[in-house]
Protein backbone atom coordinates (compact mmCIF):
# COMPACT_ATOMS: atom_id res chain seq x y z
CA UNK A 1 0.00 0.00 0.00
CA UNK A 2 1.30 3.08 -0.91
CA UNK A 3 2.18 5.92 1.83
CA UNK A 4 -0.72 8.28 -0.22
CA UNK A 5 -3.43 5.86 0.37
CA UNK A 6 -2.25 4.93 3.86
CA UNK A 7 -2.70 8.52 4.91
CA UNK A 8 -6.13 8.77 2.51
CA UNK A 9 -7.00 5.42 4.80
CA UNK A 10 -5.67 6.68 8.20
CA UNK A 11 -7.85 10.49 7.31
CA UNK A 12 -10.77 8.33 6.38
CA UNK A 13 -10.00 5.95 9.67
CA UNK A 14 -10.54 8.95 12.07
CA UNK A 15 -13.59 10.41 10.40
CA UNK A 16 -14.88 6.84 11.66
CA UNK A 17 -14.66 7.79 15.23
CA UNK A 18 -15.13 11.70 14.51
CA UNK A 19 -17.32 12.49 11.92
CA UNK A 20 -20.11 9.19 12.65
CA UNK A 21 -20.57 9.67 15.90
CA UNK A 22 -21.55 13.75 15.45
CA UNK A 23 -23.86 12.49 12.94
CA UNK A 24 -25.69 10.03 14.99
CA UNK A 25 -27.92 8.84 11.95
CA UNK A 26 -29.98 5.44 12.00
CA UNK A 27 -28.07 3.88 9.45
CA UNK A 28 -25.03 5.99 9.01
CA UNK A 29 -21.75 6.10 7.00
CA UNK A 30 -19.18 3.54 7.33
CA UNK A 31 -16.25 5.51 6.84
CA UNK A 32 -13.92 2.12 8.17
CA UNK A 33 -15.72 0.22 5.22
CA UNK A 34 -14.70 2.98 3.04
CA UNK A 35 -11.22 2.96 4.11
CA UNK A 36 -11.08 -0.73 3.95
CA UNK A 37 -12.14 -1.02 0.52
CA UNK A 38 -9.78 2.06 -0.76
CA UNK A 39 -6.76 0.12 0.70
CA UNK A 40 -7.63 -3.33 -0.41
CA UNK A 41 -8.48 -2.26 -4.14
CA UNK A 42 -4.81 -0.83 -4.69
CA UNK A 43 -3.19 -4.21 -2.80
CA UNK A 44 -2.71 -7.67 -3.47
CA UNK A 45 -5.64 -9.84 -1.84
CA UNK A 46 -2.89 -10.97 0.91
CA UNK A 47 -2.18 -7.89 1.66
CA UNK A 48 -5.76 -6.76 1.59
CA UNK A 49 -6.88 -9.56 3.70
CA UNK A 50 -4.04 -8.80 6.44
CA UNK A 51 -5.14 -5.12 6.69
CA UNK A 52 -9.20 -6.45 6.90
CA UNK A 53 -7.91 -8.74 9.80
CA UNK A 54 -6.03 -5.87 11.73
CA UNK A 55 -8.89 -2.86 10.82
CA UNK A 56 -11.51 -5.49 11.82
CA UNK A 57 -10.04 -6.12 15.57
CA UNK A 58 -9.51 -2.55 15.88
CA UNK A 59 -13.11 -2.00 15.15
CA UNK A 60 -13.78 -4.86 17.94
CA UNK A 61 -11.83 -4.10 20.59
CA UNK A 62 -13.81 -1.49 21.50
CA UNK A 63 -17.51 -3.68 21.09
CA UNK A 64 -17.88 -6.04 23.75
CA UNK A 65 -19.24 -9.90 23.19
CA UNK A 66 -17.69 -9.44 18.81
CA UNK A 67 -14.45 -9.64 19.18
CA UNK A 68 -13.19 -11.02 16.14
CA UNK A 69 -16.82 -10.97 14.17
CA UNK A 70 -15.91 -7.78 12.24
CA UNK A 71 -12.13 -8.79 11.89
CA UNK A 72 -13.97 -12.18 10.00
CA UNK A 73 -15.94 -9.67 8.04
CA UNK A 74 -13.32 -7.34 6.88
CA UNK A 75 -10.73 -9.95 5.97
CA UNK A 76 -13.46 -11.03 3.58
CA UNK A 77 -14.43 -7.85 2.11
CA UNK A 78 -10.85 -6.33 1.97
CA UNK A 79 -10.01 -10.09 0.35
CA UNK A 80 -13.04 -9.88 -1.83
CA UNK A 81 -12.24 -6.27 -3.15
CA UNK A 82 -9.11 -6.71 -3.69
CA UNK A 83 -9.55 -9.96 -5.12
CA UNK A 84 -12.47 -8.31 -7.79
CA UNK A 85 -10.17 -5.35 -8.54
CA UNK A 86 -8.04 -7.50 -9.81
CA UNK A 87 -10.64 -8.93 -11.80
CA UNK A 88 -12.55 -6.28 -13.25
CA UNK A 89 -9.32 -4.02 -13.41
CA UNK A 90 -11.24 -0.62 -13.22
CA UNK A 91 -11.23 2.26 -11.54
CA UNK A 92 -14.67 4.46 -12.15
CA UNK A 93 -17.58 5.84 -9.76
CA UNK A 94 -19.71 3.50 -10.71
CA UNK A 95 -17.44 0.20 -10.06
CA UNK A 96 -16.14 2.01 -6.91
CA UNK A 97 -20.09 2.67 -5.39
CA UNK A 98 -21.33 -1.30 -6.24
CA UNK A 99 -17.61 -2.25 -4.57
CA UNK A 100 -18.75 -0.21 -1.55
CA UNK A 101 -22.29 -1.11 -1.20
CA UNK A 102 -21.93 -4.40 -1.79
CA UNK A 103 -18.78 -4.45 0.56
CA UNK A 104 -20.83 -2.81 3.31
CA UNK A 105 -24.16 -5.37 3.07
CA UNK A 106 -21.45 -8.38 2.77
CA UNK A 107 -19.58 -7.01 5.96
CA UNK A 108 -22.82 -6.20 7.85
CA UNK A 109 -23.75 -10.37 7.04
CA UNK A 110 -20.74 -11.82 7.73
CA UNK A 111 -20.78 -9.80 11.21
CA UNK A 112 -24.38 -10.62 12.18
CA UNK A 113 -24.13 -14.03 11.41
CA UNK A 114 -21.07 -14.40 13.43
CA UNK A 115 -22.21 -12.00 16.36
CA UNK A 116 -26.11 -13.54 16.43
CA UNK A 117 -27.43 -10.49 18.33
CA UNK A 118 -30.74 -10.18 16.58
CA UNK A 119 -32.58 -13.45 14.63
CA UNK A 120 -35.59 -14.19 12.06
CA UNK A 121 -37.98 -11.24 11.42
CA UNK A 122 -35.68 -8.49 12.88
CA UNK A 123 -32.57 -10.30 11.25
CA UNK A 124 -34.59 -10.32 7.86
CA UNK A 125 -35.55 -6.10 8.45
CA UNK A 126 -31.86 -5.36 9.05
CA UNK A 127 -30.33 -7.35 6.13
CA UNK A 128 -33.10 -5.73 3.41
CA UNK A 129 -33.78 -2.41 5.08
CA UNK A 130 -31.35 -1.38 7.73
CA UNK A 131 -28.11 -3.02 5.68
CA UNK A 132 -29.22 -1.96 2.16
CA UNK A 133 -29.92 1.85 3.33
CA UNK A 134 -26.28 1.86 5.03
CA UNK A 135 -25.03 0.44 2.04
CA UNK A 136 -26.61 3.15 -0.33
CA UNK A 137 -25.77 5.91 2.14
CA UNK A 138 -21.85 4.65 2.74
CA UNK A 139 -21.21 4.13 -0.98
CA UNK A 140 -22.32 7.48 -1.87
CA UNK A 141 -20.16 8.98 0.88
CA UNK A 142 -17.82 6.67 -0.45
CA UNK A 143 -17.81 7.99 -4.01
CA UNK A 144 -17.82 11.55 -2.97
CA UNK A 145 -14.66 10.99 -0.30
CA UNK A 146 -12.23 9.04 -2.61
CA UNK A 147 -12.91 12.00 -4.79
CA UNK A 148 -12.10 14.11 -2.52
CA UNK A 149 -9.52 12.56 -1.52
CA UNK A 150 -7.80 11.58 -5.29
CA UNK A 151 -4.75 14.07 -4.56
CA UNK A 152 -3.94 12.40 -1.89
CA UNK A 153 -3.90 9.10 -2.89
CA UNK A 154 -3.05 9.25 -6.10
CA UNK A 155 -0.05 10.09 -7.66
CA UNK A 156 0.66 12.44 -10.15
CA UNK A 157 1.86 10.98 -13.70
CA UNK A 158 5.82 11.66 -14.12
CA UNK B 1 6.03 -15.82 -15.28
CA UNK B 2 2.50 -17.50 -15.64
CA UNK B 3 4.04 -19.78 -12.59
CA UNK B 4 5.07 -17.06 -10.55
CA UNK B 5 1.13 -15.89 -10.60
CA UNK B 6 0.29 -19.24 -9.43
CA UNK B 7 2.65 -18.66 -6.51
CA UNK B 8 1.27 -15.80 -5.93
CA UNK B 9 -2.28 -16.80 -5.89
CA UNK B 10 -1.44 -19.38 -3.93
CA UNK B 11 -0.05 -16.94 -1.54
CA UNK B 12 -3.06 -15.20 -1.46
CA UNK B 13 -5.23 -17.91 -0.22
CA UNK B 14 -2.74 -19.32 2.20
CA UNK B 15 -2.64 -15.65 4.21
CA UNK B 16 -6.13 -14.94 3.54
CA UNK B 17 -7.23 -19.15 4.75
CA UNK B 18 -4.59 -17.97 8.22
CA UNK B 19 -6.64 -14.65 8.72
CA UNK B 20 -9.93 -15.93 8.33
CA UNK B 21 -8.91 -18.40 11.38
CA UNK B 22 -7.37 -15.97 13.23
CA UNK B 23 -10.93 -14.08 13.03
CA UNK B 24 -12.14 -17.61 13.44
CA UNK B 25 -10.01 -18.25 16.87
CA UNK B 26 -10.72 -14.61 18.12
CA UNK B 27 -14.33 -15.30 17.93
CA UNK B 28 -14.39 -18.41 19.62
CA UNK B 29 -12.07 -17.68 22.42
CA UNK B 30 -13.41 -17.50 25.80
CA UNK B 31 -13.89 -13.70 27.57
CA UNK B 32 -11.05 -14.56 29.98
CA UNK B 33 -8.88 -14.51 27.14
CA UNK B 34 -10.16 -12.47 24.61
CA UNK B 35 -10.79 -9.30 27.38
CA UNK B 36 -6.99 -9.04 27.53
CA UNK B 37 -6.47 -8.99 23.94
CA UNK B 38 -8.72 -6.33 23.63
CA UNK B 39 -7.65 -4.09 25.98
CA UNK B 40 -4.19 -4.08 24.52
CA UNK B 41 -5.38 -3.19 21.23
CA UNK B 42 -7.63 -0.44 23.22
CA UNK B 43 -4.40 0.84 25.33
CA UNK B 44 -2.09 0.79 22.32
CA UNK B 45 -3.29 0.78 18.74
CA UNK B 46 -6.76 2.08 19.04
CA UNK B 47 -6.10 4.59 22.19
CA UNK B 48 -6.05 7.55 19.60
CA UNK B 49 -9.22 6.89 18.04
CA UNK B 50 -10.89 5.95 21.28
CA UNK B 51 -9.65 9.33 22.41
CA UNK B 52 -11.12 10.83 18.95
CA UNK B 53 -14.46 8.81 19.66
CA UNK B 54 -14.86 10.51 23.26
CA UNK B 55 -14.14 13.85 21.64
CA UNK B 56 -16.69 13.71 19.36
CA UNK B 57 -19.35 12.23 21.28
CA UNK B 58 -18.75 14.87 23.84
CA UNK B 59 -19.25 17.60 20.97
CA UNK B 60 -22.13 15.47 19.92
CA UNK B 61 -23.91 15.45 23.26
CA UNK B 62 -22.88 19.03 23.99
CA UNK B 63 -24.37 20.02 20.32
CA UNK B 64 -27.59 18.00 21.92
CA UNK B 65 -27.55 20.09 25.50
CA UNK B 66 -27.46 23.25 23.33
CA UNK B 67 -30.11 22.41 21.19
CA UNK B 68 -32.30 21.25 24.76
CA UNK B 69 -31.62 24.29 25.96
CA UNK B 70 -32.82 26.24 23.28
CA UNK B 71 -35.92 24.41 23.15
CA UNK B 72 -36.10 24.88 26.62
CA UNK B 73 -36.06 28.79 25.84
CA UNK B 74 -38.31 28.76 22.93
CA UNK B 75 -40.67 27.16 25.43
CA UNK B 76 -40.11 29.50 28.02
CA UNK B 77 -40.57 32.25 25.73
CA UNK B 78 -44.28 30.48 24.51
CA UNK B 79 -44.83 30.30 27.92
CA UNK B 80 -44.10 33.73 28.54
CA UNK B 81 -46.17 35.03 25.25
CA UNK B 82 -49.31 33.19 26.70
CA UNK B 83 -48.80 34.60 30.20
CA UNK B 84 -49.28 37.91 28.95
CA UNK B 85 -51.95 37.47 26.65
CA UNK B 86 -53.92 35.63 29.89
CA UNK B 87 -53.10 38.83 31.58
CA UNK B 88 -54.73 40.88 28.94
CA UNK B 89 -57.77 38.70 29.05
CA UNK B 90 -57.62 37.75 32.25
CA UNK B 91 -57.85 42.25 32.85
CA UNK B 92 -60.55 42.49 30.26
CA UNK B 93 -62.91 40.22 31.70
CA UNK B 94 -62.32 42.04 34.99
CA UNK B 95 -63.54 44.94 33.33
CA UNK B 96 -66.60 43.77 31.83
CA UNK B 97 -67.47 41.81 34.91
CA UNK B 98 -66.55 45.22 36.98
CA UNK B 99 -69.24 47.05 33.96
CA UNK B 100 -71.79 44.34 34.44
CA UNK B 101 -71.84 44.79 38.20
CA UNK B 102 -72.17 48.56 37.53
CA UNK B 103 -74.65 47.87 34.53
CA UNK B 104 -76.97 45.69 37.07
CA UNK B 105 -79.57 44.92 34.67
CA UNK B 106 -80.54 45.32 30.67
CA UNK B 107 -77.97 44.02 29.05
CA UNK B 108 -76.80 40.56 27.22
CA UNK B 109 -72.75 39.61 27.52
CA UNK B 110 -71.56 38.04 24.06
CA UNK B 111 -68.51 37.20 22.39
CA UNK B 112 -67.10 38.88 19.92
CA UNK B 113 -66.27 36.97 16.44
CA UNK B 114 -63.99 38.48 14.35
CA UNK B 115 -63.86 37.83 10.44
CA UNK B 116 -61.20 36.12 9.54
CA UNK B 117 -58.99 38.93 6.83
CA UNK B 118 -55.50 40.72 6.74
CA UNK B 119 -54.40 42.16 9.52
CA UNK B 120 -54.26 45.96 7.82
CA UNK B 121 -58.01 45.70 7.16
CA UNK B 122 -60.11 47.88 8.80
CA UNK B 123 -62.86 46.04 11.31
CA UNK B 124 -66.21 47.30 11.04
CA UNK B 125 -68.45 44.47 11.83
CA UNK B 126 -68.37 41.97 14.43
CA UNK B 127 -70.12 38.57 15.13
CA UNK B 128 -72.00 37.94 18.28
CA UNK B 129 -72.30 35.23 20.22
CA UNK B 130 -76.09 36.13 21.46
CA UNK B 131 -79.13 36.91 19.48
CA UNK B 132 -82.85 37.39 19.71
CA UNK B 133 -83.31 34.77 22.37
CA UNK B 134 -81.03 36.10 24.79
CA UNK B 135 -83.05 39.30 24.39
CA UNK B 136 -81.20 40.78 21.56
CA UNK B 137 -82.90 43.55 19.09
CA UNK B 138 -81.84 45.56 16.35
CA UNK B 139 -80.31 48.74 17.10
CA UNK B 140 -79.34 47.29 20.90
CA UNK B 141 -76.09 49.26 21.82
CA UNK B 142 -72.82 47.17 22.26
CA UNK B 143 -70.71 48.21 24.69
CA UNK B 144 -67.14 47.34 26.35
CA UNK B 145 -65.99 48.77 29.32
CA UNK B 146 -64.10 51.12 27.59
CA UNK B 147 -67.28 52.39 25.83
CA UNK B 148 -68.74 52.90 22.14
CA UNK B 149 -68.15 49.83 20.00
CA UNK B 150 -71.19 49.24 17.75
CA UNK B 151 -74.59 48.83 17.21
CA UNK B 152 -76.23 45.66 16.21
CA UNK B 153 -77.76 45.62 12.68
CA UNK B 154 -78.70 41.64 12.03
CA UNK B 155 -80.33 40.10 14.64
CA UNK B 156 -80.66 35.93 14.29
CA UNK B 157 -81.64 33.78 16.75
CA UNK B 158 -78.96 32.85 18.57
CA UNK B 159 -75.80 34.98 16.93
CA UNK B 160 -76.65 39.13 15.80
CA UNK B 161 -74.03 41.29 13.83
CA UNK B 162 -73.11 44.28 15.05
CA UNK B 163 -71.46 47.35 12.84
CA UNK B 164 -68.58 48.88 14.55
CA UNK B 165 -68.26 52.85 14.63
CA UNK B 166 -65.77 52.09 11.91
CA UNK B 167 -68.75 51.86 9.83
CA UNK B 168 -68.97 54.13 7.23
CA UNK B 169 -73.12 54.13 8.69
CA UNK B 170 -72.43 54.32 11.93
CA UNK B 171 -73.50 57.75 13.23
CA UNK B 172 -73.78 58.81 17.46
CA UNK B 173 -74.91 61.99 19.01
CA UNK B 174 -72.42 63.06 20.81
CA UNK B 175 -71.52 66.15 23.56
CA UNK B 176 -68.26 67.25 25.55
CA UNK B 177 -67.56 65.71 28.79
CA UNK B 178 -68.75 68.83 30.33
CA UNK B 179 -72.28 68.78 28.40
CA UNK B 180 -71.24 72.22 27.17
CA UNK B 181 -70.77 70.97 23.22
CA UNK B 182 -72.97 68.85 21.07
CA UNK B 183 -71.92 66.84 17.55
CA UNK B 184 -72.58 64.12 15.90
CA UNK B 185 -69.47 61.33 15.85
CA UNK B 186 -69.12 59.73 12.41
CA UNK B 187 -66.07 57.35 11.58
CA UNK B 188 -63.26 59.04 10.53
CA UNK B 189 -62.86 58.06 6.23
CA UNK B 190 -59.26 58.92 5.70
CA UNK B 191 -57.51 55.79 5.98
CA UNK B 192 -54.33 56.01 3.40
CA UNK B 193 -51.56 55.21 5.57
CA UNK B 194 -50.53 56.60 8.82
CA UNK B 195 -49.84 53.82 12.12
CA UNK B 196 -52.93 51.09 12.67
CA UNK B 197 -54.23 52.81 15.48
CA UNK B 198 -54.78 55.48 13.41
CA UNK B 199 -57.32 54.06 11.06
CA UNK B 200 -59.78 54.04 13.56
CA UNK B 201 -60.47 57.61 14.14
CA UNK B 202 -63.73 59.53 14.56
CA UNK B 203 -64.87 62.59 13.65
CA UNK B 204 -67.15 65.00 15.75
CA UNK B 205 -68.65 66.86 13.55
CA UNK B 206 -71.12 69.99 13.23
CA UNK B 207 -69.89 71.46 16.71
CA UNK B 208 -70.99 75.15 16.94
CA UNK B 209 -68.14 77.35 16.44
CA UNK B 210 -68.40 78.52 19.77
CA UNK B 211 -67.31 75.64 21.47
CA UNK B 212 -63.60 75.44 21.41
CA UNK B 213 -63.05 71.66 22.40
CA UNK B 214 -59.07 71.13 24.14
CA UNK B 215 -57.29 68.29 23.37
CA UNK B 216 -58.04 65.04 25.25
CA UNK B 217 -61.70 66.06 26.27
CA UNK B 218 -63.74 63.29 26.62
CA UNK B 219 -66.46 62.67 24.39
CA UNK B 220 -69.54 60.78 25.20
CA UNK B 221 -73.01 59.86 23.39
CA UNK B 222 -75.64 62.47 24.51
CA UNK B 223 -78.50 60.65 24.78
CA UNK B 224 -80.37 62.23 21.69
CA UNK B 225 -82.06 60.25 18.98
CA UNK B 226 -82.75 57.65 21.34
CA UNK B 227 -80.51 54.88 19.82
CA UNK B 228 -77.34 55.47 22.17
CA UNK B 229 -78.18 56.16 26.21
CA UNK B 230 -76.63 59.38 27.49
CA UNK B 231 -72.98 59.41 28.75
CA UNK B 232 -71.84 56.62 27.34
CA UNK B 233 -67.82 56.86 26.52
CA UNK B 234 -66.98 57.44 22.77
CA UNK B 235 -63.10 58.30 22.89
CA UNK B 236 -61.16 61.68 23.08
CA UNK B 237 -60.58 64.47 21.57
CA UNK B 238 -56.66 64.91 19.75
CA UNK B 239 -57.29 67.88 17.35
CA UNK B 240 -59.37 69.90 15.69
CA UNK B 241 -59.39 69.32 11.69
CA UNK B 242 -59.37 72.45 9.89
CA UNK B 243 -63.10 73.15 7.57
CA UNK B 244 -63.95 75.09 5.06
CA UNK B 245 -66.78 76.60 6.75
CA UNK B 246 -66.92 79.13 9.78
CA UNK B 247 -69.90 78.20 11.12
CA UNK B 248 -68.66 74.94 12.80
CA UNK B 249 -65.87 72.69 14.28
CA UNK B 250 -64.98 69.12 13.45
CA UNK B 251 -62.61 66.97 15.85
CA UNK B 252 -60.66 64.30 15.23
CA UNK B 253 -61.81 61.38 18.07
CA UNK B 254 -59.42 58.77 18.93
CA UNK B 255 -62.17 56.17 20.22
CA UNK B 256 -62.31 54.29 23.59
CA UNK B 257 -62.12 51.00 22.06
CA UNK B 258 -59.87 49.16 19.86
CA UNK B 259 -62.10 47.15 17.89
CA UNK B 260 -59.12 44.64 17.00
CA UNK B 261 -58.45 43.83 20.44
CA UNK B 262 -62.27 43.49 21.56
CA UNK B 263 -63.17 39.89 22.69
CA UNK B 264 -65.73 40.48 24.44
CA UNK B 265 -68.85 42.93 24.89
CA UNK B 266 -72.29 43.68 26.37
CA UNK B 267 -75.07 44.39 24.64
CA UNK B 268 -77.47 46.96 26.00
CA UNK B 269 -81.23 45.79 25.67
CA UNK B 270 -83.48 48.29 24.18
CA UNK B 271 -85.35 49.20 27.50
CA UNK B 272 -82.07 49.75 29.24
CA UNK B 273 -80.95 52.17 26.29
CA UNK B 274 -83.86 54.25 26.22
CA UNK B 275 -83.31 54.39 31.04
CA UNK B 276 -80.55 55.43 30.56
CA UNK B 277 -77.04 54.04 31.70
CA UNK B 278 -76.11 56.82 34.59
CA UNK B 279 -72.54 57.04 35.70
CA UNK B 280 -71.66 53.56 34.85
CA UNK B 281 -68.48 55.32 32.45
CA UNK B 282 -67.64 57.55 34.57
CA UNK B 283 -66.83 55.02 37.16
CA UNK B 284 -65.42 52.84 34.49
CA UNK B 285 -61.23 51.99 34.81
CA UNK B 286 -59.53 54.98 32.44
CA UNK B 287 -57.33 52.84 30.40
CA UNK B 288 -58.60 53.06 27.61
CA UNK B 289 -56.19 51.42 24.52
CA UNK B 290 -56.10 54.44 21.94
CA UNK B 291 -56.65 56.99 24.48
CA UNK B 292 -53.96 56.47 26.65
CA UNK B 293 -51.37 58.45 24.30
CA UNK B 294 -53.17 61.44 24.94
CA UNK B 295 -53.38 63.52 28.34
CA UNK B 296 -57.26 64.27 29.89
CA UNK B 297 -57.38 67.81 29.96
CA UNK B 298 -61.62 68.28 29.60
CA UNK B 299 -63.55 68.28 33.02
CA UNK B 300 -65.56 65.56 33.31
CA UNK B 301 -69.63 64.82 32.81
CA UNK B 302 -71.49 66.71 35.15
CA UNK B 303 -73.99 63.69 35.29
CA UNK B 304 -71.17 61.19 36.22
CA UNK B 305 -69.90 62.59 39.36
CA UNK B 306 -72.26 61.90 41.66
CA UNK B 307 -72.45 58.42 43.55
CA UNK B 308 -75.44 56.96 43.14
CA UNK B 309 -77.75 55.94 40.71
CA UNK B 310 -80.41 58.27 41.70
CA UNK B 311 -78.84 61.41 41.43
CA UNK B 312 -77.88 60.54 38.38
CA UNK B 313 -81.01 60.28 37.09
CA UNK B 314 -81.87 62.93 38.71
CA UNK B 315 -78.95 65.05 36.72
CA UNK B 316 -79.70 63.21 34.06
CA UNK B 317 -83.40 64.62 34.33
CA UNK B 318 -82.16 67.97 34.93
CA UNK B 319 -80.07 68.09 31.63
CA UNK B 320 -83.12 66.71 29.60
CA UNK B 321 -85.10 69.51 30.94
CA UNK B 322 -82.21 71.79 30.05
CA UNK B 323 -81.96 70.63 26.70
CA UNK B 324 -85.69 70.85 25.98
CA UNK B 325 -85.81 74.22 27.52
CA UNK B 326 -82.50 74.74 25.00
CA UNK B 327 -84.29 73.58 22.20
CA UNK B 328 -86.13 77.11 21.78
CA UNK B 329 -83.21 78.88 21.27
CA UNK B 330 -81.04 76.13 19.24
CA UNK B 331 -84.44 76.89 17.04
CA UNK B 332 -83.36 80.61 16.37
CA UNK B 333 -79.86 80.53 16.41
CA UNK B 334 -78.46 77.08 15.86
CA UNK B 335 -81.22 75.18 12.85
CA UNK B 336 -77.98 74.49 10.81
CA UNK B 337 -76.10 72.42 13.28
CA UNK B 338 -78.54 69.76 14.13
CA UNK B 339 -77.36 67.60 16.56
CA UNK B 340 -79.76 64.42 16.41
CA UNK B 341 -79.85 60.84 15.10
CA UNK B 342 -81.53 60.80 11.70
CA UNK B 343 -83.78 58.80 12.84
CA UNK B 344 -85.38 61.08 15.15
CA UNK B 345 -84.93 64.58 13.44
CA UNK B 346 -87.89 63.73 11.76
CA UNK B 347 -89.82 63.56 15.45
CA UNK B 348 -87.83 66.46 16.74
CA UNK B 349 -88.06 69.25 14.05
CA UNK B 350 -91.77 69.80 14.00
CA UNK B 351 -91.59 70.20 17.88
CA UNK B 352 -89.30 72.90 17.52
CA UNK B 353 -90.31 74.93 14.47
CA UNK B 354 -91.60 77.63 16.27
CA UNK B 355 -95.60 78.22 16.08
CA UNK B 356 -96.09 81.38 13.57
CA UNK B 357 -99.29 83.38 14.82
Redesign the interface.
Known sequence: MAIRTAAACAILIAMHYTVRPLLGWRSSIDFLLIALVLGSVRTRPAIAAVYGLLLGLAADSLTIGAFGAGALAATIVGFSASWLKAAFFADNFALNAIFLCAGKWLFDLVYMLMVRRIHGVEMLVQLVLWTPLAAIVTALAGVIITTLLRPVYQQKAA | MARAATL?GR??T???GA??L????????PDQV?EP???A??RT??AP??G??R???R??AA?LESERHTLQRDSVGMQVTRVQALEVENDRLRRLLGLGNRLAWGFVPAEALHAEGRAEDVVTTLTLTAGRLAGVAQYSPVVAPEGVVGLVQTVDPRLSIAILYSHPDFRVSAMSADGAAFGIVYPHMDRSGGRPTERYLLELRNVPFRNELPIGTHIFSSGVGGVWPRGVLIGTVVQEVPEPESWSRTYLVRPAVNPAHVTSVMILTLRRAQQGVGSVWMSAPEPAPAAKETPVIGPRPDFARGDSARDTTRRDTTRRDTTRSDTTRRDTTRRDTTRRDTTRRDTLRPDTVPKRP
Request: proline share 0%; with cysteine; charged share 15%.
Open positions: GLDIVFCVTALVMSALRVAGLRIVLVLHGAEWRW
